[in-house]
């Protein structure tokens, strides 16, 4: 949606001079019933200031040059071909929700679990599932980013303070209510000072209701070269000072005789590990029951040596976090070593396979899509200013306005999917959807309540 709005902006103001015209009709194709992808999908659901985006993205999809096809699949209900007959230009915008693989003995025991799973449960993701295995009462957490700091952070959440405050469906708030876990190990491979996440999450972490973070001191022992190297970039001291202030906070509730944030008696532990790589997941009958941990250290410039110090913790279940992987989409070359569609030089134009730099005309990726799965939300609108002006550039070599598809029919597309039998929903039906949504919540004094079955959003969408 960044690259579409971009993209209308840009021609409006260049568009003329480029001899393109300055309007320009786009349409956007989504798998899922609803939009707004990873806002709404991938976000921790005590992140409402984020999903705030979704309310931005909105007035995008309200320009009538935008035209909205959720619950239409690319591969499945469209075709390649289908949309180069059609448009002149395609832009695969298709992120990454599966989970890069843990490569540890013992990954596949019962009871060790991807993150991306455990967040389309906890987000409602409408082919997620809807029952997850709380049993465990020592959960591992292995990760040094966001991701790990949110599944770490639902797991020690209280289920009516999470309620209260978020979107989450009825069968997610059920699932926290009979969660068993009272200790939580946090395992980051690198130092303090190497450490991905945002001083946002840090916060969040730090106030937690009736949980006691306990972080080790000499993780905190920082050489002066290590400090001065931090000191460079600033979002990455504000991390470390903020880190330093959670050190303190930490030996606050030990002192004050185990406590949560406020003061209050906690009952659960929060364990936060650096320099601390697990190297096995340990089993009994085929079940989690401890993870092995090898100690590191971490040079000034992230340089990671083990040292052959091994722990054994004992947990029922471990989460790990360690990144995603975009899926691959049908026609389109991938990248394997760089997990993304194949793209020339990163600057998101397809080319014909990984290896060779021969561009594919008229094709183009953004986002996770087009570098893999790294950088924030706002990462994205860097991403889609660069692929607009690579896409006008090279729409303006053509001598017909841009005009490239032999089948200029805007109506063209309504006419194929209705031959095909699928129901696409606009965005008048996603209003539908968030007003449906926004009324249950209200009657719990929520904002929003989210819907998660594929086949209300459908009836909702239509209005059935």
Request: hydrophobic content about 35%.
């Amino acid at each position: 949606m960044y690259s579409s709005d971009i993209f209308l902006r840009q021609l409006a103001k260049l568009g003329e001079g480029l001899g393109l015209g300055a309007n320009a009709r786009i349409d956007l194709f989504e798998k899922l019933p609803v939009p707004f992808g990873l806002v709404r999908y991938g976000v921790a659901p005590d992140h409402p200031s984020i999903k705030f985006i979704a309310s931005a993205l909105e007035k995008t999809l309200d320009n009538p040059n935008i035209h909205l096809y959720c619950d239409v699949e690319f591969g499945k209900d469209v075709t390649l071909d289908d949309l180069l007959e059609r448009y002149d230009a395609v832009l695969f915008a298709t992120g990454a929700i599966k989970d890069k693989p843990l490569n540890l003995p013992g990954a596949d025991y019962d009871g060790v679990y991807g993150a991306a799973k455990f967040v389309e449960w906890y987000d409602g993701y409408p082919t997620g599932v809807r029952e997850w295995p709380l049993q465990a009462e020592e959960v591992a957490v292995i990760g040094g980013g966001n991701v790990a700091m949110d599944v770490a952070r639902e797991l020690m959440r209280n289920a009516d303070d999470l309620k209260a405050r978020t979107d989450i469906p009825d069968n997610v708030y059920e699932g926290i209510k009979r969660n068993k876990a009272k200790t939580l190990h946090l395992f980051i491979r690198r130092g303090v000072a190497q450490a991905k996440f945002s001083v946002q999450e840090l916060r969040e972490m730090e106030k937690l209701p009736g949980v006691q973070l306990i972080i080790d001191e000499d993780d905190f022992d920082l050489d002066d070269e290590t400090i001065e190297e931090a000191g460079k970039d600033k979002l990455t001291r504000q991390m470390v000072e903020e880190l330093f202030a959670i050190r303190e906070m930490a030996e606050d509730m030990e002192d004050d005789g185990d406590v949560d944030f406020e003061g209050n008696p906690a009952d659960r532990k929060y364990y936060i590990h650096f320099n601390s790589a697990p190297t096995e997941v340990l089993g009994e009958d085929g079940k989690v029951c401890g993870i092995r941990v090898e100690r590191t250290e971490t040079s000034a410039n992230g340089r990671m040596t083990r040292t052959g110090e091994f722990t054994d913790y004992p947990v029922q279940a471990v989460y790990h976090a360690i990144g995603y992987k975009p899926e691959s989409v049908p026609g389109i070359a991938y990248d394997e070593q760089g997990a993304h569609l194949a793209n020339a030089n990163g600057d998101g134009r397809i080319t014909v396979d990984a290896a060779d730099g021969e561009i594919r005309e008229r094709l183009y990726a953004t986002g996770w899509a087009k570098r893999g799965p790294v950088g924030l939300i706002g990462s994205t609108k860097s991403d889609a200013l660069m692929i607009v002006t690579a896409m006008l550039e090279d729409l303006a070599k053509n001598k017909e306005d841009g005009r490239l598809a032999p089948d200029r029919d805007p109506e063209s597309i309504d006419r194929l999917l209705a031959e095909r039998g699928v129901r696409p929903i606009d965005f008048a039906g996603w209003k539908r959807v968030d007003a449906y949504e926004r009324a249950e919540g209200a009657k719990e004094g929520r904002e929003h309540k989210k819907v998660i079955e594929p086949d209300e959003f459908r009836r909702l969408a239509h209005g059935e």
